[in-house]
């Protein structure tokens, strides 16, 4: 008997809408991995794309739990020597709200080109309208 696996035709994908509003930024993280990577499904592969598109919207009325908004520092670095730099995350939050989401649902994904795929399908706007309306996106729950 042989292993079923997913023909690159036969995956199927929707256009989910996540309603950010006063949600917890790890936990929503870990749900929108979880759609991109298509384990919600039952036709998923390890080695396959079948994740959906997320559209996520409210990104700037995200909730950090306990002192982490104050506390929590993200760094990046310019690749020039002394070119280490450094957010707040309440900095952050307020001038790129978008950033901190992509950041923890890519830490979420794999560390392969196939989770660099996989984070092309998150859309991730700060406010309540996005410009998927063709797409016709349904509001996903969780």
Request: aromatic share 6%; no cysteine.
């Amino acid at each position: 008997m042989k292993t079923w696996t997913p023909k690159k035709g036969e995956v199927e994908r929707k256009w989910l809408v996540i309603d950010a509003k006063d949600k917890v930024l790890g936990r929503l993280a870990a749900e929108t991995a979880r759609i991109l990577r298509g384990k919600h499904k039952p036709q998923f592969a390890h080695h396959m794309d079948t994740g959906d598109f997320v559209i996520v919207v409210n990104a700037s009325k995200v909730r950090l739990t306990g002192n982490k908004l104050q506390q929590k520092i993200y760094y990046h670095h310019t690749r020039t020597p002394g070119g280490l730099k450094s957010i707040r995350a309440d900095k952050l939050l307020k001038e790129k709200p978008d950033r901190m989401l992509r950041l923890a649902v890519r830490g979420m994904l794999p560390k392969n080109t196939l989770g660099r795929a996989q984070l092309t399908k998150l859309k991730i706007y700060s406010s309540e309208t996005h410009p998927h309306a063709a797409q016709q996106p349904e509001m996903y729950q969780f």
